[in-house]
């Protein structure tokens, strides 16, 4: 079993930062991709950006391609997904998801409790 938990989730200005952090235990994390997801009030959860466990490769929605950045420690067993130029639309629950050898991009093994971005304009 992997546990997720992520934090840095918080209230900010359209055009601000934020980085979020997923700390995994139970496992390492050498042998999972990592992701993020995101659910918008009112609308279901959708992709946004996943790592594959060697790290070489990443994968961004459109919508964030160019503004988030996915990345991963494995000594810390900890994923971050840094997040500049947010807007209004990034406003949403974002949720840490792992993937047992695969990156995870439409579906994962293992989930996070979510935490909250909301985007002020």
């Known amino acids: 079993q992997v546990q997720l938990v992520e934090s840095g989730g918080g209230l900010v200005q359209a055009g601000g930062s934020l980085r979020l952090s997923c700390a995994a235990s139970?496992?390492?994390?050498?042998?999972?991709?990592m992701g993020w997801f995101r659910q918008a009030p009112g609308k279901e959860r959708e992709f946004v950006a996943a790592?594959?466990?060697?790290?070489?490769?990443?994968y961004y929605a459109d919508s964030v391609k160019g503004r988030f950045t996915i990345s991963r420690e494995n000594a810390k067993n900890t994923v971050y997904l840094q997040m500049n130029s947010l807007k209004p639309d990034d406003t949403a629950v974002y949720y840490c998801?792992?993937?047992?050898?695969?990156?995870?991009?439409?579906?994962?093994?293992?989930w996070g409790q979510g935490t909250q971005v909301t985007v002020s304009s």
């Open positions: 139970g496992r390492s994390l050498s042998s999972y991709g």
């Open positions: 998801a792992a993937k047992y050898l695969g990156a995870p991009r439409a579906s994962a093994d293992y």
């Open positions: 790592m594959r466990r060697s790290g070489i490769s990443e």
